[in-house]
């Protein structure tokens, strides 16, 4: 009894990172479907740039595993194909900046194909994709570009922050029958967290309510949690009781926790790292007002990227993009409203 108890807290105690985490989610997918293949640049022996698809080559071989040329468009292309023609492909752009070079794939084709053949022909794929700032990549790879896909209609959008999460919503990402992009934060990569459950799936579009509160709600996506996270212990040493909401997907997007959280709270700051111009966080705060006006106690505010490249320095972009500093010191201004 005792060694099982020992067992137990050990387990409960081991945790896996972020990165870990990206592979693990795909290779059970891998195990569970043989539909199921990867593409991308460097992803087979070498791993990927980011080490997301350690292990995979060695396990499923060449077969299953497929290193590309260096071509974003051939990359999405193959697999659009695949997955009309009954893969379920997950195809890795390496960085969330380059899928501008295969946008016309991505935006014009991918999500309408199900939509122009009346859903005789479906497109189950998953295109991932290393998003965000916060390391000093520069201005074209470091963009948080999750608004960028947030404005075509048929994409599904997930955006975890966990490990966990990686893991449950890639295995709902896979086997959803809708085009899914999935961005994973270059900025969480090393970090950790308890790992998975097996059989561990996660709906996509269902948000999380990461830590309870009173007084105030903070919804982020990705990054943007744990900085909210931290945001919100600083902020209750000063007695503000802060609720954080873990979006974690944009479509589908869980307007239904957040009103819910509103309904406790009547205050919301919304964190998000795309710029503040055309960011996600602007829809949210419209369909709050829309739906959720008479909850408000005081108006939606949002900290949100700036609306100028990333710059290269790390100085220089810590004043770019959302810190805790900044909201602590927005969500204190709405406190106080």
Request: proline share 6%; glycine share 10%; hydrophobic share 45%.
């Amino acid at each position: 009894m005792a060694d099982l108890t020992e067992a137990q807290e050990a387990s409960a105690q081991r945790q896996i990172t972020y990165r870990e985490a990206v592979a693990e989610g795909i290779a059970r997918e891998m195990r569970r479907d043989p539909a199921v293949v990867c593409l991308g640049e460097d992803i087979g022996e070498a791993g990927g740039v980011f080490k997301t698809t350690a292990g995979l080559f060695k396990e499923f071989g060449p077969e299953r595993v497929w290193d590309t040329p260096i071509s974003e468009q051939a990359i999405v292309g193959a697999a659009m194909g695949a997955a009309m023609t009954g893969m379920r492909p997950v195809a890795e752009i390496m960085f969330s900046d380059f899928l501008a070079c295969c946008w016309d794939y991505l935006a014009n084709e991918i999500p309408k194909v199900r939509y122009m053949t009346g859903g005789q022909v479906t497109v189950p794929l998953v295109v991932r994709t290393a998003n965000g700032g916060g390391l000093g990549f520069g201005a074209q790879h470091s963009q948080a570009t999750e608004n960028w896909a947030f404005t075509v209609p048929g994409l599904k959008i997930a955006a975890p922050s966990t490990p966990a999460d990686v893991v449950g919503m890639m295995a709902a990402a896979i086997r959803s029958d809708d085009p899914v992009v999935f961005f994973e934060h270059k900025g969480l990569f090393a970090s950790k967290g308890p790992p998975a459950p097996p059989d561990h799936v996660v709906e996509l579009g269902k948000a999380a309510v990461v830590r309870e509160g009173a007084d105030i709600t903070l919804v982020a996506l990705a990054s943007m949690v744990p900085v909210a996270l931290t945001a919100a212990e600083r902020l209750a040493g000063e007695g503000i009781d802060t609720e954080v909401v873990d979006l974690r997907c944009l479509v589908p997007l869980d307007v239904s926790t957040v009103l819910a959280s509103l309904e406790k709270t009547s205050r919301l700051t919304i964190v998000e790292e795309n710029p503040y111009q055309g960011g996600w966080g602007a829809t949210l705060a419209s369909v709050v007002a829309d739906e959720g006006f008479g909850l408000l106690d005081a108006p939606v505010r949002r900290v949100a990227g700036e609306c100028v490249p990333l710059p290269f320095a790390d100085a220089l972009e810590e004043r770019v993009i959302p810190t805790v500093d900044k909201v602590v010191t927005a969500v204190r201004a709405l406190s106080a409203y």
